[in-house]
Nanobody, 121 residues
Framework: QVQLVESGGGLVQLGGSLRLSCAAS????????MGWYRQAPGKQRELVAT???????NYADSVKGRFTISRDNAKNTVYLQMNSLEPMDTAVYYC???????????????WGQGTQVTVSS
């Protein structure tokens, strides 16, 4: 019913910046909260940041002051601007969205396929 596609990941040096994008498409009626999560090999998936439909944001303590989440409702897209990157930020980053669909009117959480972010020192 809905697909989330992430882009913008890659290899960056310590202290560098990356901007991740996640575009939602499909039978979308309304998108509520959107967020970014990350998972390093052998580690649990953790919340990075969320943004509500009213632009209220929430960040993990580890990224506060360095990362900024934003959204463009006209494009059904959420962004994650990552600055001052550290090796500990290395992970697969996943987009998540709470979406109500037109066809079924069901409200479900959807996940993107993930994009790799690698920070080298």
């Amino acid at each position: 019913q809905v697909q989330l596609v992430e882009s913008g990941g890659g290899l960056v040096q310590l202290g560098g910046s990356l901007r991740l994008s996640c575009a939602a498409s499909g039978r979308i009626f309304r998108i509520y909260t959107m967020g970014w999560y990350r998972q390093a090999p052998g580690k649990q998936r953790e919340l990075v940041a969320t943004i509500s439909s009213t632009n209220s944001t929430n960040y993990a303590d580890s990224v506060k002051g360095r990362f900024t989440i934003s959204r463009d409702n006209a494009k059904n897209t959420v962004y994650l601007q990552m600055n001052s990157l550290e090796p500990m930020d290395t992970a697969v980053y996943y987009c998540n969205a709470d979406i109500q669909t037109r066809r079924t009117m069901a409200r479900l959480n959807y996940w993107g396929q993930g994009t790799q972010v690698t920070v080298s020192s």
